[in-house]
C-alpha cells in the first residue's frame, strides 16, 4: 500500500500542521488498513509532538509490531526543517519585520 501526504513548502511545517497532515493520511486508509498501523500512527503522533525541529534529511519508520516490518508508517524530511514549535516561528517573523 502507498499513501502519501507531501507538505513541500517554503516555511517549516508546524507540530500543529504535521498532526493535521498526519490525521488526513489516516483518513485515507481503509478502515482495515488503519487498523493494522494503530500503533505505528501513535508513535508518528508521538515523535511529532516531542520533536523540536528536524532538520532534512531525516527519515523515520513507524511500525505496528516487531514482526512485520513491512506495516509501517514513515515520515520524510526531505528538505528544509519540521515539527517547529508555533512560538519559534512568531518569534523569527518578528524580529524580520524589524529588520
Not at 504535521?18 to 500512527?41: I, P, Q, V, Y
Not at 528538505?79 to 517547529?84: E, L, M, N, S, T
Request: charged share 35%; hydrophobic share 40%; aromatic share 8%.
Amino acid at each position: 500500500m502507498e499513501e502519501s501526504e507531501s507538505w513541500s513548502q517554503d516555511e517549516p511545517i508546524t507540530k500543529a500542521e504535521g498532526l493535521t497532515l498526519l490525521n488526513r493520511l489516516k483518513s485515507k486508509l481503509a478502515k482495515s488498513d488503519l487498523e493494522k498501523r494503530e500503533k505505528a500512527f501513535e508513535k508518528a503522533e508521538r515523535y511529532i509532538n516531542n520533536a523540536s525541529g528536524i532538520d532534512a534529511v531525516k527519515k523515520k519508520s513507524f511500525y505496528s509490531t516487531r514482526k512485520d516490518k513491512s506495516i509501517r508508517v514513515d515520515i520524510e524530511v526531505l528538505g528544509g526543517r519540521a515539527f517547529v514549535a508555533v512560538i519559534l516561528l512568531i518569534l523569527a517573523f518578528s524580529i524580520w519585520k524589524l529588520l
